[in-house]
């Protein structure tokens, strides 16, 4: 949800500061928040992560063969394709951190 920042702090995405005032994402219960730029990039991010692939192909490469995926429950299998899709994600910001210390 979009709020006002009331303090001053950094964005949980791009560690860049958040001025007190600013529009802001935050997620009730968090403690951290997000630029609302950063946050509409990370939600393309994870959809275009989802778009890649197949649940059965992550599953596939998560090692899982055909006959294995029968014995996991959906609440395992969920869990695994979710993990799957941060991984992917997660390796994007940390190559455009990398790149920007580097650069
Ligand atoms: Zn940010």
């Not at 990039?41 to 992560?49: D, K, V």
């Not at 959906?74 to 790149?99: D, K, P, S």
Request: glycine share 6%.
């Amino acid at each position: 949800m979009k709020i006002t920042a009331k303090f001053a702090g950094k964005c949980a995405t791009c560690t860049e500061k958040i001025a007190v005032g600013e529009t802001v994402e935050w997620q009730p219960g968090s403690r951290s928040s997000q630029h609302v730029v950063c946050h509409a990039r990370i939600e393309a991010l994870y959809a275009t992560a989802r778009a890649a692939m197949t649940d059965a192909e992550r599953l596939t490469d998560r090692g899982y063969s055909v006959d294995e995926v029968t014995t996991l429950s959906t609440r395992e299998r969920g869990e695994i394709i979710a993990e799957h899709i941060n991984e992917a994600v997660t390796n994007v910001l940390l190559a455009e951190r990398m790149a920007r210390i580097n650069g």
